[in-house]
């Protein structure tokens, strides 16, 4: 049963950086795709970004392309984002989970969500 549990998030004023991660027990992490996701106040849970299970190919949402990056260390079992130049349409609740691709779109494949790390962009 694989769990998740993301970290890093704060409060930063617009255009800063953040570092988020998420540790990943149980499963195969090194086998997986991965992503992070995000759900602001009022809106939708969308993607963010994926990065394939070793590290060689990344996806990006429009919005944060540029801006964000993702990583992972399959040794520490553990998938990263750095954001750069935030805005306050940043501002959410972001999320990792395991990732499929389906329709020519990531899909988040863990049923259970982490608690998810709070980020907020001040103005």
């Known amino acids: 049963q694989v769990q998740l549990k993301e970290s890093g998030g704060g409060l930063v004023q617009a255009g800063g950086s953040l570092g988020l991660s998420c540790a990943v027990s149980g499963g195969t992490f090194d086998s997986y795709a991965m992503g992070w996701f995000r759900r602001a106040p009022g809106k939708e849970r969308e993607f963010v970004a994926a990065i394939t299970w070793n590290g060689e190919i990344t996806y990006y949402a429009e919005s944060v392309k540029g801006r964000f990056t993702i990583s992972r260390d399959n040794a520490q079992n553990t998938v990263y984002l750095r954001m750069n130049s935030l805005e306050p349409e940043d501002t959410a609740v972001y999320y990792c989970?395991?990732?499929?691709?389906?329709?020519?779109?990531?899909?988040?494949?863990?049923?259970?969500w982490g608690q998810g790390t709070r980020v907020t962009v001040s103005t």
């Open positions: 989970n395991v990732v499929v691709r389906r329709d020519n779109s990531w899909s988040p494949y863990v049923e259970e």
